[in-house]
């Protein structure tokens, strides 16, 4: 099994910044794609950013040029740099890992899910 944790959620105002990091732990071995998703009150679970294995991203277009994803293999731990927020960033992050490829997997056939945590920006 493999889990996954995220921390490094609050609160900044329009423009600041956030890093969320994710440890997974566990039998990572089976990790071959991370990403970031996040929900916002009442709006259904988005893809923000994935990273595979092989080191290839992928972004929302709503993130591109202001979030970077990272992985750090040797300690396990996903990192998301979120630069020059908005107020519709304002979302539950959740942090996931798949056992197969980031490329053509939907939001919820990700393999193990963290609880999230909280992002708000405000105006």
């Known amino acids: 099994q493999v889990q996954v944790a995220e921390s490094g959620g609050g609160s900044v105002q329009t423009g600041g910044s956030l890093r969320l990091s994710c440890a997974a732990s566990?039998?990572?071995?089976?990790?071959?794609?991370m990403g970031w998703f996040r929900e916002a009150p009442g709006k259904g679970r988005r893809r923000v950013a994935t990273?595979?294995?092989?080191?290839?991203?992928d972004y929302a277009d709503f993130v591109k040029g202001r979030f970077t994803i990272s992985l750090d293999n040797a300690k396990s731990t996903l990192v998301l740099q979120m630069n020059s927020l908005k107020p519709e960033d304002t979302a539950m992050y959740y942090c996931?890992?798949?056992?197969?490829?980031?490329?053509?997997?939907?939001?919820?056939?990700?393999?193990?899910w963290g609880q999230g945590t909280q992002v708000t920006v405000s105006s």
């Open positions: 990273i595979g294995n092989d080191g290839n991203t």
């Open positions: 996931a890992a798949l056992g197969g490829r980031c490329v053509g997997t939907g939001v919820y056939n990700y393999n193990y």
């Open positions: 566990g039998d990572t071995k089976r990790i071959n794609c």
